[in-house]
Nanobody, 122 residues
Framework: QVQLVESGGGLVQAGGSLRLSCAASGRTFSSYAMGWFRQAPGKEREFVAATSWSGGSTYYADYADSVKGRFTISRVNAETVYLQMNSLKPEDTAVYYC?????????????WGQGTQVTVSS
């Protein structure tokens, strides 16, 4: 059974940092891109960042109030990916989901984690 398990969420003050972890199991993920999405209350789930199967390439969301420059995705092995979040803002408050897919664009990921809550207080 494939599982993606996130951890590391919590409550932090604005300007603080958190590191999310995702541990994948149940199959070999060496050919899969892995990434992070988030969903804030009342909003649609949105892409945050992704890394290629090797971890050698990374991609970040490029929308207004982007996370680029504040968040860093890294992949330590085929099954483990991190999201380092610095300079957190209240608008970063969301449930963060780990995902895995065969294509790095992750338009429709094959696998999802259950999510971890990140709350940033002002």
């Amino acid at each position: 059974q494939v599982q993606l398990v996130e951890s590391g969420g919590g409550l932090v003050q604005a300007g603080g940092s958190l590191r999310l972890s995702c541990a994948a199991s149940g199959r070999t993920f060496s050919s899969y891109a892995m990434g992070w999405f988030r969903q804030a209350p009342g909003k649609e789930r949105e892409f945050v960042a992704a890394t290629s199967w090797s971890g050698g390439s990374t991609y970040y969301a490029d929308y207004a109030d982007s996370v680029k420059g504040r968040f860093t995705i890294s992949r330590v092995n085929a099954e483990t990916v991190y999201l380092q979040m610095n300079s957190l803002k209240p608008e970063d408050t969301a449930v963060y989901y780990c995902a895995a897919d065969l294509v790095r664009t992750m338009t429709s990921p094959m696998y999802w984690g259950q999510g971890t809550q990140v709350t940033v207080s002002s």
